[in-house]
C-alpha cells in the first residue's frame, strides 16, 4: 500500500495532515493489463498515481493505428489532463499494459483542495512541473535524435524497458515500425 514515505520521496515534504487529506480524496486500485482507465471520446473524472505496474497514453489516427505518447512507472502521475482541466471528452487513451497497483484521484476534489490548501496547491504545481518537463523532454528528443538515440535514451532513461513493455509499444513510442526497432536492436548487439 502507498504510505506518506513513498510519496515524500517522490514529491518532497508534505505535513501528515494534508498527506491525509490527500489520500481521502483516493482510492486504492488493482487493474488488470490492457484496461482502459480514460477512454477516447469520455470525460475523464480522475487522476492515477501508480504504485506499481506499467501503464502507457496513446492516441488513434483516423485510420486506427495507435500512437503511443508515453509510458509511466512507479510514481508517476497519469491522467488525460487537458480533458480534465477543460472537462472536456478526451483525445488520448490511457491503458494498463501490466497489472497496475494505483491511486485512483478524484480531480474535481483534489482542485477544490488546492483552493483551500496551499500544501496542496503547491503539490499540483509540482506534479503540472514535471509533467510539462517530461512533455518538453520528449519533444526535443523527437526532433532531434534519430530513431536509434532515441532508443538508446529510452534505455538509459528505463533500463528494463525491454522486459516491462512489448516490443511493437516501445517501437510506436519511437515513431518507428516494429521492424526497424528489431534492426536498432540487432545493429546495437553487434557493435
Known amino acids: ?60 489516427s483516423e485510420s486506427g493505428k495507435e500512437f503511443n505518447k508515453r509510458f509511466f512507472f512507479t510514481m508517476d502521475f497519469a491522467g488525460s489532463l487537458t480533458a480534465l482541466i477543460k472537462n472536456a471528452p478526451s483525445e488520448i487513451v490511457y491503458e494498463t499494459i501490466t497489472q497496475c497497483t494505483l ?14 490548501d496551499i500544501i496542496v496547491s503547491n503539490l499540483y504545481t509540482s506534479m503540472l512541473e514535471k509533467v510539462f518537463m517530461r512533455y518538453e523532454k520528449r519533444q526535443l528528443e523527437l526532433i532531434s ?28 513510442y519511437l515513431s518507428i515500425t516494429p521492424v526497424q526497432l528489431s534492426r536498432i536492436r540487432k ?5
Do not use: W
Open 1 to 60: 500500500m502507498f504510505n506518506n514515505d513513498e510519496f515524500l520521496d517522490a514529491f518532497g515534504h508534505i505535513p501528515e495532515d494534508t498527506f491525509l487529506k490527500f489520500k481521502g480524496i483516493s482510492q486504492f486500485k488493482k487493474i488488470d493489463a490492457n484496461t482502459q482507465l480514460d477512454e477516447l471520446g469520455k470525460v475523464p473524472s480522475k487522476l492515477y498515481l501508480i504504485i506499481s505496474g506499467v501503464m502507457r497514453c496513446y492516441v488513434i
Open 103 to 116: 491511486y485512483e484521484i478524484d480531480y474535481k476534489e483534489l482542485r477544490e483542495m488546492c483552493a483551500t
Open 145 to 172: 535524435l534519430n530513431a536509434s538515440q532515441r532508443y538508446l535514451k529510452l534505455k538509459s532513461d528505463i533500463p528494463e524497458i525491454d522486459k516491462l513493455v512489448p516490443q511493437y509499444h516501445i517501437a510506436s
Open 187 to 191: 545493429k546495437l548487439k553487434e557493435s
